[in-house]
Nanobody, 115 residues
Framework: QVQLVESGGGLVQPGGSLRLSCAAS????????MAWYRQDAGKERDLLAS???????YYADAMKGRFTISRDNDKNTVYLQMNSLQPEDTAVYYC?????????WGQGTQVTVSS
């Protein structure tokens, strides 16, 4: 079983940056392709970026050039560096495997972009 705990969210002004972290328990983290998702109120949960066990990355078109996903397998942690944040980036951000595993969803971390 894997437990995921997201952190690093908060309130940031437009144009600002945040770095999210996702700490995983469980010995299989290193074998998982991990991803970041986000969900705004009343909307579906969207895939933002993913990273393979070896570090190969994928980004949704809207995230390219602004978001960077990375991972540290020794620390069982995956990160999301977010730059040039805009109000439309406001959402709850989650990490999970990809494809996502229902039982892995954590509480997420709220990101609010507002002046």
């Amino acid at each position: 079983q894997v437990q995921l705990v997201e952190s690093g969210g908060g309130l940031v002004q437009p144009g600002g940056s945040l770095r999210l972290s996702c700490a995983a328990s469980g010995s299989i983290f290193g074998s998982l392709r991990m991803a970041w998702y986000r969900q705004d109120a009343g909307k579906e949960r969207d895939l933002l970026a993913s990273i393979t066990q070896g570090g190969s990355t994928y980004y949704a078109d809207a995230m390219k050039g602004r978001f960077t996903i990375s991972r540290d397998n020794d620390k069982n942690t995956v990160y999301l560096q977010m730059n040039s944040l805009q109000p439309e980036d406001t959402a709850v951000y989650y990490c999970n495997a990809t494809p996502p595993v229902l039982g892995y969803w954590g509480q997420g971390t709220q990101v609010t972009v507002s002046s």
